[in-house]
Structure formats: C-alpha cells, structure tokens
C-alpha cells in the first residue's frame, strides 16, 4: 500500500537549524515534493527531489535517498516566519498526482 | 506573483444551496487541475482531478453528484458543492502542475466553505 511519514510537530530555536524526515512506501516513484503551508493558507512549494542527493536553494534543502525511501528538508538559519507545517508528498507514476503525507507543524520559540 | 487564481476566498451559505468556487491558470495552460478538501489540522485530501475536456476523475468516496467539477477551458475549473449541508463546511484547494514534467504544482489561495 501507500504510506508517507513524517513527525506530526517539531519545535526549534530561532536562529537554529532543523531537519524534518518524511520516509515513504510507495509501489512507484517519480519524484519527492516538500510544500510549506502557512494556517488557514494554500501550500507554497519549496523543493522537488527525483535523483538521490541533496538539493540546496537559499535556507533551505531537501535531500532524497531512493533506496531508502527518505527525504529530508533541512531549515537553516530559522526565522519566526518559518513557522509552518511541511507537507512531504510523493509522486508514483507519471501522472501529476501526488501522495501526501500528513504534514509536520513546525513550531519556533525566540 | 500567484500563478492559480481561487475565488472566491471565502463563501457562508445556508444548507441546501450551491456553491461553485473558480480555479484559474492565470500565465499557462492546465489541462489538468487537482480539487482537494482539508479539514482543520489535517492534511490535503484529493477529492478529484479535473480534466480539460473529459469527465473529471473522483477518487474514492467522494460523490460526483455532489460535487460537480468543469474543466471547460485550459485555464478555469469549477468545483460546484450542490445542496451544501453543514458536514461539508472545509478549505477546498485546487492546484495546477506546472513545469515540463509537471513538477512544480501550484495552489490557488483556497475557498473557506462555512455551511450554516
């Protein structure tokens, strides 16, 4: 079956960094996707992962092992602002539909 | 700037009425849009995707008679919710892929759906 998980909440300093795991059990693969989404808000994406590696833009990255069936999302340099839920989702085949996992809130303390 | 234009951002209505909420690409073509409903605290759930010029596809459990998708041109899908009821109170959120793969999908702002 389909299966996605990632912590149900985080809590992280202000200024820290923090990293968000979203393993996965899927019967296909064609690509890992990290939105962030704001309460009350529409998700905004942030990274798409296809290839094993890591994927570096800004503050933030995402890193994906196929074999494993990992992804992380690595928040550095963490702002008020950056308090959040991340959505981990994964796309089977080569429709566009998405699998989500249930989201991480993130919460930041000054 | 938004890429997926979603009106109206929040609509009350009294139960036994309709309400029809517009997904719109504003700079692409979409001839595939994704409807997902998201209960508070919850995460997205795909409710259907929309097809531009064919039958959208529901996913299981959720009634086509009830809710009714166009996806009449490249650029505009509708999500109509026929005789809402109060259980049907949620954020409803459509999405469009974009990118040569479809890679990047982008979400329309989201429609608060209050049935009284």
């Known amino acids: 079956g389909q299966n996605i998980d990632q912590p149900t909440e985080m809590t992280a300093t202000e200024g820290a960094i923090v990293q968000i795991n979203c393993t996965y059990q899927t019967s296909g693969f064609n690509g890992l996707f990290w939105y962030q989404q704001h309460a009350g808000e529409a998700p905004t994406f942030l990274s798409y992962?296809?290839l094993d590696g890591l994927e570096e833009k800004g503050r933030f990255s995402s890193f994906l092992s196929r074999s494993k069936g990992y992804s992380y999302l690595l928040l550095k340099e963490l702002q008020m602002k950056d308090s959040a839920s991340y959505l981990c989702?994964?796309?089977?085949?080569?429709?566009?539909?998405?699998?989500w996992g249930a989201g991480t809130k993130l919460i930041i303390k000054p | 700037g938004a890429v997926v234009s979603q009106h109206p951002s929040w609509v009350i209505c009294k139960s036994g009425t309709s309400v029809k909420i517009e997904c719109r690409s504003l700079d692409f073509q979409a001839t595939t849009m994704f409807w997902y409903r998201q209960f508070p605290k919850q995460s997205l759930m795909l409710m259907a995707t929309?097809?531009?010029?064919?039958?959208?596809?529901?996913e299981q459990g959720v009634e086509k008679d009830k809710f009714l998708i166009n996806h009449a041109s490249l650029t505009l899908s509708t999500l109509t919710v026929t005789s809402a009821h109060p259980e049907d109170s949620s954020f409803y959120i459509c999405?469009?892929?974009?990118?040569?793969?479809?890679?990047?999908?982008?979400f329309g702002s989201g429609t608060q759906l209050s049935v009284l």
């Open positions: 999405s469009a892929p974009r990118g040569s793969l479809g890679e990047k999908l982008f």
């Open positions: 989702a994964v796309r089977e085949d080569s429709n566009y539909q998405l699998i």
């Open positions: 929309s097809n531009e010029g064919s039958k959208a596809t529901y």
């Open positions: 992962n296809v």
